[in-house]
């Protein structure tokens, strides 16, 4: 449902839709009778008609306490509170669970409304292409309208009625995120349909998304600083989440496929836990001993897997090559697409696999705002890693279970980091742009330092 950032205070540019054949957007509360009357066969949760109360009860949830954004990191984690009773069925992951039956708080509009300050410009944390994500506040305990900076924060995204995304995609989200349950996903605490308008509340993570921090060196609306770059560590750790939330999914009964994973999609909070938000796209995977489901082609253009591009064919591990693509920048800082770089290099993934298959090249790759935090054989798996996921033939990428493990193992060699090439030189400070790489006639040096200021080129959606 767009790239909306959580806990950023910077409007986010939403992808341009692309669609393979013309599509026309229908009115909204057209569109809502017949998506709801012909929800998906495996739909866990009918909000219901407008104005009533929802027929499968997603239940008022006066007594639910959303998780702060300053969740706990490290250690052991526990299976955030989704009200889960124990009819909620535990499926692979022990921190995840899928719930009988959703535990939504039913917001009436009135009641959004007062918790942004009439959806107040200032309140604005995002925008994509379902509509703007507005900060508000609610009572902990009751999840009532509070002041603002009272009770705790909550992001609440509002349909734009031009949207082309609208119902299906609100309805996918209430779908999925209603009953899963899952340390590495967000928290959808409720929703509102009243009349024309369509609205979703979720938890508020604080520190924005991946995209923001890879990629975004001007200052924040409200004049903040701009995002320091990640460490080596912290990318670990966020690439190691982000891979827990998809293997709960893949591990799910019904193989639950993201379908959008992207860097615009992890979010974190304060603690810089990353979860996976947007499950507009999400699909059941495929079921009755199919090796695939058949759909009409959607996603981001350079995170979207080969064969799902050219045959629509959706496979749980076409999530795969998404994470391979995320991956890859987030051990680069180069996005996935990027019209301002030279042709041969404007898609990431296609030119950077004869990189990460070269150990003598890999240094060139890496970003340069790592050097001297990451130790040779933890890059050299990571390098690996990477090119399992990108492989071009499905059956030959590695299980999100697996990815998991290979990022754990080599979070752990990475505790005592040393660099690629051995040495311990001071990194050089001279930079041609961000946007050159080896291949384009630079060396090593003429790259490495901190990146300069680029402009925001998000990658097309396939629409």
């Not at 734009?160 to 340390?183: A, D, I, T």
């Not at 605490?189 to 979720?202: F, H, N, P, Q, R």
């Not at 050299?380 to 493990?405: G, I």
Request: proline fraction near 6%; charge should be positive.
């Amino acid at each position: 449902m767009g790239n909306c950032c959580f806990g950023s205070n910077v409007g986010e540019v939403e992808a341009v839709k692309v669609m393979a054949h013309a599509h026309h957007a229908h009115p909204q509360v057209a569109m809502a009778k017949r998506v709801m009357a012909a929800s998906n066969a495996h739909a866990v949760v009918s909000p219901g008609m407008p104005g009533k109360s929802p027929p499968s009860a997603p239940t008022s949830t006066s007594s639910r306490r959303p998780e702060s954004s300053g969740a706990s990191s490290g250690g052991s984690r526990r299976p955030e509170s989704s009200g889960a009773s124990s009819s909620g069925s535990s499926v692979g992951n022990t921190e995840g669970r899928i719930l009988e039956a959703a535990n939504l708080r039913v917001f009436t509009f009135a009641e959004l409304r007062a918790a942004t300050r009439n959806f107040k410009s200032d309140t604005v944390l995002g925008e994509g292409g379902f509509g703007r994500v507005y900060k508000g506040w609610v009572e902990e305990r009751t999840m009532n309208p509070a002041r603002s900076g009272a009770g705790v924060p909550v992001a609440v995204k509002k349909l734009n009625p031009e949207s082309l995304q609208g119902v299906q995609e609100w309805q996918s989200e209430v779908n999925f995120l209603g009953r899963l349950s899952h340390p590495n996903l967000v928290r959808l605490l409720g929703y509102c349909w009243e009349e024309k308008e369509l609205l979703l509340v979720y938890e508020y993570m604080a520190k924005g998304s991946l995209e923001d921090h890879l990629f975004r060196t001007e200052p924040r609306k409200g004049g903040t600083a701009a995002a320091q770059p990640l460490s080596w560590s912290l990318r670990l750790r966020i690439a190691i989440g982000a891979a827990r939330g998809l293997a709960f999914l893949h591990s799910s009964e019904k193989h639950v496929i993201y379908r959008d994973f992207k860097a615009s999609n992890i979010l974190l909070d304060t603690h810089f836990n990353a979860k996976l938000s947007d499950f507009g796209l999400a699909k059941d995977g495929p079921a009755g001993g199919s090796s695939h489901v058949t759909t009409r082609v959607m996603g981001t253009y350079g995170y979207a897997a080969p064969e799902y591009v050219a045959t629509g064919h959706l496979y749980v591990k076409s999530d795969v090559y998404g994470f391979g693509v995320v991956l890859l920048e987030i051990l680069t800082g180069l996005r996935a697409l990027d019209t301002d770089r030279p042709a041969a290099q404007q898609n990431l993934a296609d030119w950077a696999k004869t990189y990460l298959a070269d150990r003598r090249k890999l240094a060139r790759l890496i970003d340069p705002r790592l050097e001297g935090q990451y130790s040779s054989r933890g890059a050299q798996r990571a390098a690996q890693l990477t090119l399992r996921c990108l492989a071009t033939d499905h059956k030959n990428r590695p299980s999100m279970s697996e990815v998991v493990a290979v990022l754990e193992e080599i979070e752990s060699m990475s505790r005592n980091a040393t660099r690629l090439d051995g040495s311990a030189s001071p990194r050089p400070t001279a930079r041609a742009g961000h946007g050159q790489r080896p291949g384009s006639g630079s060396s090593v040096s003429d790259w490495a330092g901190p990146a300069p200021a680029r402009t925001h080129h998000p990658s097309p959606r396939v629409r």
